[in-house]
T-cell receptor, first 111, second 117 residues
């Protein structure tokens, strides 16, 4: 399968701070997705990106599809305690095919 | 977003027995569904792609005779872990895409926690 490298592996931040995480791959993807997973639950979609260079926001979350199509980043502004969880990027090589997941970023928000 | 339902949410079985996990798309049709497994504190690893009406496509290293996949309808895929052993204990998650939509993301079920004792 494809290898998606996600960084950082974990983050500990104060409530109110901004967060940034990214995902890189050696392959070119045509779709990037960002998910959040709570313990014992399936991943929940946060943002979907379909075009190189695309910048999309969802509330306090902003994600961008890298120009090279080999990377993507996710920003969370003004973090709150409920942002705690594991964030995964997922990439798709071509339409209709399977998604491969990044290694995950564990986020802890300290009140 | 679209709803994917997975059943059961958790199961405990004896070593050597088989376990079936269901994945249903509740409000859309899915010709393709995906099965992942996730070990504690690790990422989701794709096991196989389930294709409605045809054989599943397995990722390298996944035993197709051990993890049987059946996708008999446009809203249901099943994963059967045959002759389960403790090392098969894991979190199994399915996902599905809306076949009728272009450029749609994959929606996930809530996962099934399998414990083999």
């Amino acid at each position: 399968g494809q290898q998606l490298n996600q960084s950082p592996q974990s983050m500990f931040i104060q409530e109110g701070e901004d967060v940034s995480m990214n995902c890189t791959s050696s392959s070119i993807f045509n779709t990037w997705l960002w998910y959040k997973q709570d313990p014992g639950e399936g991943p929940v979609l946060l943002i979907a990106l379909y075009k190189a260079g695309e910048l999309t926001s969802n509330g306090r979350l902003t994600a961008q599809f890298g120009i090279t199509r080999k990377d993507s980043f996710l920003n969370i502004s003004a973090s709150i305690p409920s942002d705690v969880g594991i964030y995964f990027c997922a990439g798709q090589l071509s339409f209709g095919n399977q998604f491969y997941f990044g290694t995950g970023t564990s986020l802890t928000v300290i009140p | 977003g679209a709803v994917v339902s997975q059943h059961p949410s958790w199961v405990i079985c004896k070593s050597g027995t088989s376990v079936k996990i269901e994945c249903r798309s509740l409000d859309f049709q899915a010709t393709t569904m995906f099965w992942y497994r996730q070990f504690p504190k690790q990422s989701l690893m794709l096991m196989a792609t389930s294709n409605e009406g045809s054989k599943a496509t397995y990722e390298q290293g996944v035993e197709k005779d051990k993890f049987l996949i059946n996708h008999a309808s446009l809203t249901l895929s099943t994963l059967t872990v045959t002759s389960a052993h403790p090392e098969d204990s894991s979190f199994y998650i399915c996902s599905a895409r809306d076949t009728g939509q272009i450029d749609t993301e994959a929606f996930f079920g809530q996962g099934t926690r399998l414990t083999v004792v």
